[in-house]
């Protein structure tokens, strides 16, 4: 299972879920009831961006996306979520 994320124009980043890799990883899979991604992204101007998901392998659900411009702290939940702007 795939996915890829992207930022404005930059290729994509594709990101393998590793569930069943080994024991510890379906475990810890099945255990949270979720898998974790991490990416790197360099944004090079200051300014509005637009993040892309991208379906690679069909079926995957993105449930939550954590955005770390500095000083997210790590916890088993994340931080809250943020306050929509309307």
Do not use: C, N
Not at 23 to 47: N, Y
Not at 63 to 77: E, M, T
């Amino acid at each position: 299972m795939q996915l890829a994320v992207s930022f404005d124009d930059q290729p994509q980043q594709i990101m393998k879920l590793d569930t069943w890799g080994t024991l510890r990883s379906w475990e810890k899979a099945v255990g949270d009831g979720v898998t974790k991604v991490v990416t790197t992204h360099t944004l090079d101007t200051p300014g509005a961006h637009t993040l892309k998901l991208w379906m690679v392998t069909p079926g995957v659900v993105f449930q939550r996306i954590i955005i770390d411009a500095g000083g997210v702290r790590p916890s088993y939940l994340g931080p809250p979520e943020s306050p929509r702007a309307d």
